[in-house]
């Protein structure tokens, strides 16, 4: 059992695809361990064959029309009327329409992507760095994961057995509280690069153009997530309807989304979803392997074996997730790291709600730093700038969340408040 990590490492380490990676390492695994390999690809359709997990397709797709159907740029707009008067006022932007987006996509590269390809020129324009400029959309992106909808709060619910429409009411306080953050980080770095507002004072009139244009755009987040604190329908069930919801706002009252531009968006919907439901499968089989081997066990005993002491075990688990992030895509690190980490949170009285929002957290961080860094790579492809330079200016939106991530850590009502509340 220990060949099959070693195996994946050295994969990870020399650059192999992941889904490869994990796949060749479980084949040896099963060849030494002598388990027919026909089992492979049932443990494969076994790991993908949920109805929870339709819910990620459904929310890529929404993600998507909202982007094609122009419901993304009225909300940039409506973002940049709130805080564009402000020292950095298109960064602010940027995260703030991050979060907005973030009510629907429960993608962080579809956000970093929508958002971007709208408001990197912009900014390039305005005076910002190419490298700064992809580095604060990357970290908007980012909040993807955290806000309602999110996909991979999906696969922790699906993994752990945890309510996913209790996850996505835990995620709404952190998500803002990360927000926040990282526009503050932004007016301190625009005041650094003495960069102007672009525009001189808050326009009343402007915001409400904005407000009244971007409403239908607007009432996509509220439906889904309305839905869900209501008990309408369930977290499926709710990208079933986003889905719905933002093609006909995009088809036929914002009229963007044309018959030309539909095959746009559900291909790359496809395409990623696709990469997504392989990973989960391939991980599936290797989560697999690891129980009847027992080393979720094994490894439970080393953690506890180090330290009995609850907050340092805490503080080390989180650096073994944040450095998994950054070599481990994210599908693969919940599949291969849940089963491992979550039962020792809990043994140690840490709430499920709160363990799910903290791991994602880490691997929402992950998604910011290379090798596998997705947010970086797409901000940093449409802004036509190197991996390493992003990585550099992306140094103090990193330190601002993981500083978030310890007070969601050590803070239990920042996740628990909310779900108690609501019922």
Not at 167 to 178: E, N, T, Y
Request: net charge positive; proline share 5%; with cysteine.
């Amino acid at each position: 059992m220990w060949l099959l990590l070693i195996v994946l490492i050295i994969l990870i380490l020399i650059s192999f695809p992941i889904v490869l990676a994990i796949g060749a390492s479980t084949t040896i695994s099963f060849l030494i361990s002598h388990l027919p390999l026909y089992m492979i690809p049932q443990k494969m359709f076994d790991g993908i064959n949920s109805y929870v997990l339709l819910a990620v397709p459904l929310f890529m797709l929404a993600g998507n029309f909202m982007d094609q159907g122009g419901l993304s740029k009225r909300i940039v707009r409506l973002s940049e009327a709130i805080v564009g008067h402000f020292r950095g006022g298109l960064a602010m932007t940027a995260i703030l329409a991050s979060m907005f987006f973030a009510g629907v996509s429960g993608s962080a590269a579809a956000d970093t992507a929508a958002i971007g390809s709208i408001l990197i020129p912009s900014m390039k324009k305005n005076g910002y760095p190419k490298d700064l400029s992809a580095s604060i959309i990357a970290a908007g992106g980012s909040i993807g994961v955290i806000i309602p909808p999110s996909i991979p709060m999906i696969i922790f619910g699906f993994i752990s057995d945890v309510s996913i429409g209790k996850l996505f009411i835990a995620g709404i306080l952190p998500g803002i509280l990360i927000g926040l953050s990282l526009i503050i980080v932004t007016l301190f770095t625009a005041k650094k690069l003495n960069i102007n507002p672009t525009k001189e004072k808050f326009d009343f009139k402007e915001f409400k153009s904005a407000l009244k244009d971007s409403i239908w755009a607007l009432g996509a987040p509220i439906i889904i997530i309305g839905g869900i604190l209501g008990g309408v329908f369930t977290a499926t069930e709710s990208a079933a309807v986003a889905v719905v919801y933002s093609f006909l706002v995009g088809k036929f009252i914002y009229k963007e989304l044309t018959w030309e531009n539909f095959p746009k968006a559900t291909l790359s919907s496809i395409v990623t979803s696709a990469v997504i439901l392989i990973i989960i499968s391939v991980a599936s089989v290797f989560a697999w392997f690891l129980s009847i081997k027992n080393i979720q066990m094994q490894l439970t005993h080393f953690f506890l074996t180090i330290t009995h002491d609850k907050i340092l075990l805490v503080i080390l688990i989180n650096i073994f997730l944040l450095i998994m992030g950054t070599f481990v895509e994210t599908a693969a690190s919940l599949i291969l790291f849940v089963p491992v980490v979550a039962p020792i949170l809990n043994s140690i009285g840490i709430d499920p709600l709160t363990s799910g929002v903290m791991i994602v957290t880490n691997l929402a961080i992950g998604m910011l730093t290379p090798p596998l860094g997705i947010c970086l790579i797409v901000s940093g492809s449409i802004a036509d700038s190197k991996i390493i330079e992003v990585s550099k200016a992306i140094m103090p939106f990193l330190i601002a969340m993981i500083i978030d991530l310890f007070i969601i850590t050590f803070f239990s009502p920042l996740t628990t408040y909310l779900p108690k509340f609501v019922g």
